[in-house]
């Protein structure tokens, strides 16, 4: 029987949030049997500062998967974070921060997964939550599309087409089993357009982007000067962000996921439309 694991001590990191430019700091610690992923706004004191990691807690998706609670606390682009919880089994989980957006690091879930490892994962008793799909469910939006159907397993495949020579059209193929998340995805860092920057600052956005974090991409060329990881480092960081979206769901999926030019705002839209439809899927 698969059972549900927490971390076995606190831990933290700090950074800058990629959106906001401010420093931030995240502390991990343990969590009870049932808690899942709980994130915790250190920094409030007048109101209820928990936000639970769910689907339904989603409020934006623009540029990052963001969330609220019922009291208007909110926290900014989860997604790396919660993958590195997915990818290494952490089921039950305190994430502490001491303001409103996670730092972005390096761009990648890499630190995260560094400190989850340095604070340690612990089995607990109880049998872990899993979202079994039971029939397909998909959600479609002009080109894009993205789906989860019944398989063994947690299995994606995900593909991103884009016109830039720098990028075109990229897939993957991967399979949720130990030590894959840390070795073939992790470290694969998020990307942007620099024709873009001048928008997004004029939004308020992007104002920790630099490219220590985020690989840059202008015309057909890479202006970072270390280059890419890997070639496909674009599709797997797409395929990061999907890992984290859909944990989500509240715990792990048993399934296939397809995902033809998928985004936070398809993957959010996803779980919501499994779950209206309670023939779709169990939990076991």
């Not at 998967?65 to 989980?93: K, P, Q, R, W, Y």
């Not at 202006?223 to 480092?233: K, M, T, Y």
């Amino acid at each position: 029987m698969n059972r549900q694991q927490t971390i076995a001590r606190t831990a933290s990191l700090s950074g800058v949030g990629v959106h906001s430019g401010k420093p931030a700091t995240l502390t991990v610690r343990p969590a009870a049997e049932g808690a899942g992923v709980l994130f915790r706004r250190a920094d409030v004191t007048d109101r209820d500062a928990i936000i639970p990691a769910l689907a339904t807690k989603v409020t934006t998706t623009e540029l990052g998967t963001n969330m609220s609670n019922e009291a208007g606390v909110s926290v900014a682009t989860v997604e790396h974070f919660l993958a590195a919880c997915s990818g290494l089994g952490i089921d039950n989980i305190i994430a502490e921060l001491d303001g409103p957006e996670l730092p972005i690091l390096d761009g990648s879930s890499r630190p995260f997964v560094e400190m989850l490892d340095e604070a340690g994962v612990t089995e607990q008793g109880a049998p872990r939550r899993v979202l079994k799909i039971l029939k397909p469910v998909e959600v479609r939006h002009g080109a894009k599309l993205v789906r989860l159907s019944p398989g063994e397993g947690f299995e994606m495949r995900v593909t991103i087409d884009f016109p830039t020579k720098a990028i075109g059209r990229q897939q993957i193929r991967f399979a949720m089993t130990p030590g894959a998340f840390a070795r073939d995805v992790a470290w694969a860092r998020t990307f942007g357009f620099a024709h873009q920057a001048e928008q997004l600052h004029g939004m308020g956005k992007g104002l920790g982007a630099s490219m220590d974090n985020t690989i840059v991409v202008e015309g057909d060329a890479i202006l970072n000067p270390g280059g890419l990881q890997a070639d496909d480092e674009f599709v797997r960081h797409k395929l990061l962000d999907v890992i984290g979206d859909l944990f989500l769901a509240g715990g792990q999926i048993e399934g296939l996921y397809e995902g033809e030019q998928p985004g936070h705002a398809l993957n959010n839209q996803l779980l919501r439309a499994v779950f209206a439809d309670a023939t779709s899927f169990a939990w076991t």
